[in-house]
């Protein structure tokens, strides 16, 4: 340990110095209140074409959190300004490191090689997840 003493210019006490009478250190730890487990969905997906004007979104979510997630329910899909059809998609229960099978969602979009947002969220019991990523339309 270090300590230093600093005075102004203008006073200096007779004195000078500190005397330390007790040093205590105190340990801490956390004590979670309700509940430090939680659910994290993690959407992933990847983009093709189906045909000259359909887009079609592959996606899975994974729960890499510490508890299931009930109830999972994909109610957003957008490509841009497109909403998709396809919506709300039941996904079930995800429990803890399960990933959802494999879904998809369509949308319509002729514009190939353009530069959009892809937002696909949803909803499970107690809470709301979302992804929204930059893509290039195949």
């Not at 009930?70 to 909403?83: E, F, I, P």
């Not at 998809?104 to 190939?112: D, G, K, L, Y």
Request: charged share 10%; with cysteine.
């Amino acid at each position: 340990f270090r300590w230093r003493t600093g005075y102004d210019g203008c006073f200096t006490p007779a004195n000078a110095g500190m005397r330390i009478d007790t040093i205590s250190i105190f340990g801490s730890s956390r004590i979670c209140a309700t509940p430090c487990v939680i659910v994290r969905l993690v959407v992933t997906s990847t983009l093709s074409r189906l045909n000259g004007t359909i887009v079609q979104a592959t996606y899975t979510v994974q729960n890499v959190g510490a508890v299931t997630a009930t109830n999972v329910m994909l109610t957003t899909a957008m490509l841009g300004s497109a909403n998709s059809p396809s919506t709300p998609q039941a996904l079930g229960n995800l429990a803890p490191g399960q990933t959802s099978a494999p879904m998809v969602v369509n949308f319509t979009n002729s514009m190939a090689g353009a530069s959009s947002m892809l937002k696909l969220g949803g909803t499970y019991t107690g809470g709301t997840f979302s992804s929204t990523r930059r893509v290039t339309i195949p």
